[in-house]
């Protein structure tokens, strides 16, 4: 094969590079908590000194730490949870960035349930309070590692679609560990609040051991903001229970080739889905207080 043919087929594999996120956040419509917390964002890094896996799915915008604290000054907010990104072997990315925050920001990390003991007790030292899993992997990790992290108090976060929950719901539910479900478990907004797989989610909710994130809501299947077609989602899980869910960015919205998102209307759109400002600090500030350990 001539060195053209190679070069050709090197492009065709190559991973896509992600849009940048919108640098500029239009002005809140309301007063933040001052313990305000972004529960979902994803730092990347240089690749020379944080190579990414050979079969990632994606090359990162070439955003990083700076331009996400840039964000968080802007909107005043002053607590982050950083999410591993799976582009990584490991999580030296997330720890470095959680080091730099001198305990203002925790991660949740990557992990296989065969992790050293050693190596649970230094993330956790360094802020991390759980292991995130994707069902598009089959899930056989999970109980494994629900045991693994829960004598650290850890939790569970699942990246899945609503439609899987009647099914591992079962598993779930019996979990020694909270589970913390991804993006609105990623329901498809066009499918309606009646779907199976968001009455699965009310369900595991009451539980009290299930949390939900209110995260990019433009990943439902409504790409345009305001997002209308998630708001009677949004507001049967705030009637549901207010006190287990968090919002989340989903900084910098990597792999979403839609229109890309202002940060300040993701965060205002809180308003809309629960008027009452209570609720509404109770999602931005006291839930995620308890749910990641902040002090």
Same mark, same amino acid.
Request: net charge negative; charged share 20%.
């Given at each position: ?17 992600c ?5 500029? /956040? @239009? ?14 964002a ?13 079969? #990632?799915?994606?090359?990162p915008?070439?955003?990083? !730490? ?8 802007? &909107?005043? +907010? ?14 030296? @990315?997330?720890?470095?960035? *959680? ?23 230094? !993330? ?31 939790? +569970?976060?699942?990246?899945?679609e ?16 909270? +589970? ?8 498809d +907004?066009?499918?309606g609040?009646?779907? /199976?797989?968001?009455?699965?989610? *009310?369900? &595991? ?8 994130? !209110?995260?990019?809501?433009? #990943? ?14 949004? #507001?049967?899980?705030?009637?549901? #229970? ?24 993701? !965060?205002? &759109? ?26």
């Amino acid at each position: 094969m001539s060195q053209t043919t190679n070069d050709a087929a090197a492009t065709v594999a190559a991973p896509p590079t992600c849009q940048s996120p919108d640098a500029s /956040p @239009v002005a809140l419509p309301f007063a933040l908590p001052a313990d305000a917390c972004d529960c979902h964002a994803h730092i990347y890094g240089p690749p020379e000194q944080y190579p990414y896996r050979e079969d #990632r799915r994606y090359i990162p915008a070439p955003v990083g !730490l700076a331009e996400y604290r840039t964000l968080l000054a802007t &909107l005043s +907010v002053p607590r982050a949870v950083i999410i591993q990104p799976t582009i990584y072997r490991d999580n030296q @990315v997330t720890l470095d960035v *959680l080091q730099a925050s001198a305990g203002q920001w925790r991660g949740i990390a990557k992990l296989t349930p065969d992790v050293s003991a050693e190596e649970l007790k230094r !993330l956790d030292a360094a802020g991390f309070r759980g292991v995130r899993l994707h069902t598009r992997t089959g899930l056989p990790d999970l109980e494994a590692l629900a045991a693994r992290v829960a004598p650290l108090g850890w939790h +569970v976060q699942l990246h899945l679609e609503a439609r899987d929950l009647p099914e591992i719901g079962p598993r779930l539910v019996r979990l020694p560990v909270h +589970v913390v479900i991804d993006h609105f478990a990623r329901v498809d +907004v066009r499918d309606g609040v009646d779907q /199976p797989g968001f009455k699965a989610l *009310l369900t &595991l909710m009451e539980s009290g051991r299930c949390w939900v994130k !209110l995260s990019a809501p433009f #990943r439902l299947g409504d790409e345009a903001a305001p997002y209308a077609g998630v708001l009677p989602f949004a #507001r049967a899980l705030v009637a549901a #229970r207010p006190d287990r869910l968090v919002w989340g960015s989903d900084w910098p919205h990597s792999s979403f080739h839609g229109v890309m998102p202002n940060m300040g209307v993701l !965060l205002g &759109l809180v308003g809309e889905w629960t008027p009452d400002a209570g609720v509404r600090d109770m999602i931005l500030g006291t839930n995620p207080a308890q749910l990641y350990g902040f002090h």
